[in-house]
């Protein structure tokens, strides 16, 4: 069987079946965000790793090298934040190829030290290696969190509302615009979000402070994958509504000059690491105007969680009722 025949998700399934099944001390394993282990009666450990690949996940013509050590480690921020955990430590690996200086290397590491600055991060080692091709990141977080305040994908309910922070579909919007080389269109905020996107660890550390958060998630996959994470890990549907999309007026705009939906940005773009959760809507609603005062982004409702046997739909702007498929970057299935 070829692998793009089960694509991405359909292998990480095999490869469940074929690995042991861990130990006790492990409180979440394969199916979320980073992996959490018991370190003591209080806390867990997080860890999450991600890797990049030159010409898959990046392309050297509009990345500079401190930008791409910058995005390689938001991802993994992201995922610790998804969890409502505090990142600590870094280790980072990398396979380079010979064309590539001493020089741009150092600046590599000063894009990933810049951000890892900014949550308290630190990078402690890793390994280095040569590539016959592309160059490659592989990098893995270390954080901790409290037991009682872990999020994961699996404790959304039916009446729950599904929340957003930010906008949706801006990075999509500003790879379109680099990987295109289009002038004559004001794109600034959506290339920034692609290459130095802001993990958003410090939002999800007052969200889960201040309320209840039923399930969590990041979204790099783009936002039709990560509703469907959560529902699937949660024995629940949803219906998400169109209507509500944080669109910002960038996105539409990149959108509508390339010919595409923004709509489409949304739902299957990805890496946008903004975060999408289920709570009670009066809790949120009680901290939405703090929120969106100290961290100068939205909080937008876009939707509510069903029971399973309802599906996940998505309620157009027309007031049609469609399936909402798992749409985002699904690898080996492209």
Not at 166 to 187: C, P
Not at 206 to 226: K, P, Q, T, W, Y
Request: hydrophobic content about 45%; proline content about 3%; glycine content about 8%.
């Amino acid at each position: 069987m070829d692998i793009k025949e089960i694509g991405e998700f359909g292998l990480i399934e095999r490869i469940k079946k074929t690995i042991s099944r861990p130990p006790a001390e492990v409180f979440v394993g394969i199916d979320d965000d980073a992996a959490a282990y018991v370190v003591s009666e209080d806390i867990l450990q997080l860890i999450t790793t991600d890797i990049l690949v030159e010409h898959v996940h990046f392309n050297m013509e509009y990345f500079t090298f401190s930008q791409l050590g910058w995005r390689s480690l938001a991802a993994n921020l992201s995922d610790i934040a998804a969890m409502a955990g505090t990142p600590q430590y870094a280790v980072v690996s990398i396979a380079i190829p010979d064309v590539i200086k001493v020089e741009s290397i150092e600046e590599l590491y000063g894009g990933m030290q810049e951000l890892a600055d900014l949550f308290s991060v630190s990078i402690i080692g890793g390994d280095t290696t040569r590539s016959k091709s592309g160059l490659v990141i592989n990098i893995a977080v270390i954080g901790s969190v409290n037991k009682q305040k872990i999020t994961l994908r699996s404790g959304a309910l039916p009446g729950d509302a599904v929340f957003s922070t930010g906008d949706l579909g801006g990075s999509i919007a500003g790879l379109q615009v680099l990987s295109k080389n289009k002038a004559g269109i004001k794109a600034d905020a959506v290339i920034r979000k692609h290459l130095t996107p802001m993990p958003r660890v410090k939002e999800a550390e007052f969200l889960s402070r201040n309320i209840d958060i039923h399930a969590m998630i990041d979204v790099s996959d783009g936002l039709a994958s990560e509703v469907g994470h959560i529902c699937r890990c949660s024995s629940v549907g949803a219906e998400i509504e169109e209507a509500l999309f944080p669109i910002d007026d960038e996105t539409r705009a990149v959108a509508a000059h390339f010919d595409d939906d923004a709509l489409d940005y949304a739902l299957s773009g990805g890496e946008d690491f903004e975060l999408v959760f289920t709570a009670d809507e009066k809790a949120v609603n009680a901290v939405k105007v703090k929120f969106e005062e100290q961290f100068s982004i939205q909080l937008s409702k876009i939707g509510i969680v069903t029971p399973a046997e309802r599906g996940i739909v998505l309620c157009t702007k027309q007031n049609k009722i469609k399936q909402l498929h798992e749409s985002g970057w699904n690898h080996f299935s492209q």
